[in-house]
């Protein structure tokens, strides 16, 4: 792709916004040098790695990689032979802790079944190398200290350097104390890497020892007192040995990171990618980008594409096609009414849809794959080469015939503009009949009106014009495909107040063809307002009745549920009352039989009775009895843990703690109470699964403590359904660290609880609480309040790259 086809359309500007979004050096790296591809298989690869980053970010939150160190000239160091600094090892250490925690962010719910996507490979193949990294950390403290416990020799010579230390302050406060009136200040200063103490001039004589500077003015003198030189050189050879220790230390970290010298580079190699894909996710984001569809049938359909260049509050969609029905788009109409933008968003979609860039516009719009995008926008004209705007133009177009084929879009600004009218167009219509003949794709914008008819007359050629309002003198900047624009010049001159008699003896000048030509376009432009404002209207009524069907259908439903239950419930009562009524006739009867045994009528009255019991019987059958729905059985193997069952006998809901036994046995949790049942008495209720901190499947439930913070219940929960939906919202705007520098503790604590609240619902699994080191009292509190919190599994202070101490990093349950 030339260059200069980027810088024209403006696609440099993008990169620049890329780059903003990386945070590493090798990531913004990466972005300043992504160019279009012209390869299908790539292209859809890279667009691929942007999707499924975008959707990572909309579930998890963002993704920092900062920390990444540049460790290719260590790891050559080593390959020779050579050992690392403090520094170096940190940077080591530093890589590695970014592999650990985008490690963690890659990782998948074991709980969730969801296919890999284009950044798992990537995710997986990184190494965090714990056993290394937890050695740099146990050995590193910072950039200038190397910890005690790094190796027996280092810790013995600290401890003796220590008791030398304690030794010469005891015996310089002992001579402070004695001689304070000797001394200009009572305090032990260091000169030279020796203690020594501040003696006025004129007491030298009396405070015998060794003299290592003194004052501007030479009335102080700074004196290392007998007593203390020869505690002053064991601990100068201590220094030595404590040197000697380090170099030790970092030669034997040096040797363990050296076998891992690939890992490294591969760990760095594999972050700096995922750095530049995730920057080309947040690009999407920032102006609601979506993906493209791609092919090479050379067809090009945006949707509602917005210039990502333009403000977004006030740029207006277009719809643009090309190279299905026609290849070649002549767009016409007044200055100012988006023309050059429509040429402008085609080609950068292109570019940016190439190198896998999201771009700005409704899902389904298609881009096709270019070899080469030619383009001859804005004033082109030149000094240096003493070229008129014409001849630059032409020098422009020339080279653009000259490379183009069929695999290229070209894309003209006011072609043939510049020199006499008659010539210009004449000279336009030829050079895009030579590219029509080739079936190049492409865009130009004219005000010709012998290129409109152009446009009509030619087979594959489709006029277009951007729609302006007359009335308000305003583009709408909406691109009417099909419709030819018209000047607009005598109404807009009109409405802005010039004479009429001015208009008239203009319109004379102009042919007949010309003027009859116009009208054509002024009657087609009006009869296509009215034909949309009647499709506007037919669609209003359209949704009107789509309403009101979907109203009444939902009025029927309901009346009809009424009358079923209002005929059950009838039906029911009748049932009941002839029940009543037969129980009572069978009771009376018994009755008259007892009394009648002797009287001789009681067979009579038996026949009576199974005449009665009979219709009776008829009667009831008549009525149908509502039945309940046959259960569907449950198969042992359709179980699992934490299905939710419903168990009709006990009228109870609960969840699977244990799989059926041989015999069809097993446990259902139901709240606090547990219960064995038969797998014949259970109903198998379909539900979305339950997952995520505090939910244990052989618990059948949410475990006690994980609910909520500070010894409180949490409303929801944190991936059940009714904090799925807060903890997406959440994710997408949640940072991964909070600042409470500048805080009083009063404020800085309940800052803290809302956030940590935010972030444990938004799914984050680790976050960074920034305090300072100050005094340490806001760190104190910090650290006190997260003992305190529930959900909070373990805090520690923060490491090199992380802000050491002056920060804490929290890690959820």
Not at 385 to 397: C, G, P, R, W, Y
Request: overall charge negative; aromatic content about 4%; proline content about 3%.
């Amino acid at each position: 792709m030339n260059e200069k086809v980027l810088r024209t359309l403006e696609y440099t500007k993008i990169i620049d916004r890329l780059a903003a979004f990386a945070t590493t050096d090798p990531g913004r790296k990466a972005c300043r040098n992504l160019r279009p591809s012209v390869d299908p298989d790539t292209i859809r690869r890279d667009q691929a790695n942007t999707s499924d980053a975008l959707d990572r970010v909309r579930m998890k939150g963002t993704l920092s990689f900062s920390g990444l160190k540049d460790l290719t000239a260590s790891m050559k160091r080593l390959e020779i032979g050579g050992s690392l600094g403090i520094v170096e090892i940190l940077n080591v250490g530093s890589v590695l802790n970014v592999a650990r925690r985008a490690r963690a962010y890659g990782a998948r719910e074991k709980s969730k079944e969801i296919p890999d996507d284009s950044l798992d490979a990537m995710f997986r193949e990184l190494d965090p190398i714990e056993p290394l990294a937890e050695e740099i950390r146990r050995c590193i403290l910072d950039e200038d200290t190397v910890a005690d416990e790094a190796s027996p020799g280092l810790a013995k010579v600290r401890r003796e350097m220590r008791q030398i230390d304690g030794k010469v302050h005891s015996q310089l406060n002992e001579i402070l104390n004695r001689n304070r009136a000797m001394l200009q200040d009572g305090i032990i200063t260091m000169r030279e890497g020796r203690y020594c103490l501040p003696v006025r001039a004129e007491y030298k004589s009396q405070v015998p020892g060794m003299v290592h500077d003194q004052s501007a003015t030479g009335s102080t003198l700074f004196i290392e007192p007998m007593a203390v030189i020869r505690l002053n050189n064991e601990y100068k050879e201590l220094q030595l040995k404590e040197k000697k220790e380090i170099e030790y230390v970092l030669t034997a970290l040096s040797t363990e990171i050296a076998p891992w010298s690939g890992t490294l580079l591969n760990d760095q190699k594999l972050l700096a990618e995922l750095d530049f894909i995730f920057a080309k996710a947040e690009l999407s984001r920032s102006y609601h980008g979506t993906e493209p569809k791609f092919n090479t049938d050379r067809y090009l359909n945006i949707r509602s594409g917005r210039h990502p260049l333009l403000d977004p509050k006030t740029v207006v969609p277009t719809n643009i096609y090309l190279g299905k029905d026609f290849d070649l788009l002549i767009i016409t109409g007044p200055n100012t009414g988006g023309k050059t933008v429509s040429l402008k968003t085609v080609g950068l979609f292109t570019l940016m849809g190439q190198a896998g860039l999201h771009i700005p516009a409704d899902e389904g719009s298609e881009l096709a794959v270019f070899r080469e995008v030619f383009a001859d926008i804005g004033d082109e004209q030149s000094i240096e080469q003493n070229l008129s705007t014409f001849s630059a133009h032409m020098k422009n177009i020339v080279e653009i015939l000259d490379r183009a084929d069929t695999d290229s879009l070209c894309l003209f600004d006011e072609l043939g503009a510049g020199t006499d009218p008659t010539e210009g167009a004449a000279l336009a219509i030829s050079v895009l009949q030579f590219l029509h003949n080739m079936t190049v794709r492409t865009m130009a914008t004219t005000h010709y009106s012998e290129l409109k008819v152009y446009a009509l007359q030619t087979k594959g050629v489709e006029n277009a014009s951007c729609e302006f309002d007359v009335e308000t003198l305003q583009p709408t900047y909406r691109l009417l495909i099909g419709i030819p624009g018209k000047s607009n010049a005598f109404a807009i001159s009109k409405k802005l107040g010039l004479p009429d008699y001015i208009i008239d003896d203009a319109k004379k000048r102009i042919s007949a063809e010309d003027e009859s030509f116009e009208d054509v376009l002024a009657e087609l432009e009006k009869n296509r307002v009215i034909v949309e404002k009647e499709k506007e209207e037919v669609e209003r009524y359209r949704k009107e009745i789509v309403e009101l069907r979907n109203s009444l259908e939902k009025q029927e439903s309901s009346l009809a549920k009424q009358r079923e239950q209002m005929l059950s419930s009838a039906k029911a009562e009748a049932r009941d009352i002839l029940r009543d009524a037969k129980d009572t006739a069978d009771r009376t009867i018994r009755s008259i039989n007892r009394i009648a045994q002797d009287s001789g009528i009681s067979r009579e009255l038996e026949n009576a009775r199974g005449k009665l019991r009979e219709k009776i019987d008829h009667v009831e059958k008549s009525i149908p009895e509502k039945k309940a729905a046959p259960k569907k059985k449950v198969a042992a193997g359709e179980l699992h843990l934490g299905d939710t069952v419903r168990i009709p006998s006990m009228n109870m809901t609960g969840t699977v703690s244990s799989l059926p036994n041989s015999k069809g046995d097993l446990d259902v949790q139901m709240g606090i109470l547990s219960s064995r049942v038969n797998i014949e008495d259970i109903e198998l209720i379909q539900s979305q699964t339950v997952s995520g901190p505090g939910y244990s499947e052989k618990a059948g439930g949410f475990s006690a403590g994980k609910r909520g913070s500070r010894g409180g219940s949490r409303s929801g929960s944190r991936d059940g359904s009714s904090g799925g939906s807060i903890g997406m919202a959440k994710s997408m705007s949640i940072s991964p660290e909070v600042n409470l520098i500048g805080m009083t503790t009063d404020e800085a604590i309940p800052a803290m609880d809302k956030y940590l609240d935010d972030a444990y619902l938004a799914h984050l699994e680790e976050v960074r609480v920034i305090h300072g080191r100050g005094t340490g009292a806001l760190r104190n509190a910090v650290h006190r309040e997260l003992r305190r919190l529930k959900y909070v599994k373990s805090f520690r202070d923060g490491e090199f790259g992380e802000g050491g101490n002056g920060a804490t990093v929290v890690t959820f349950k």
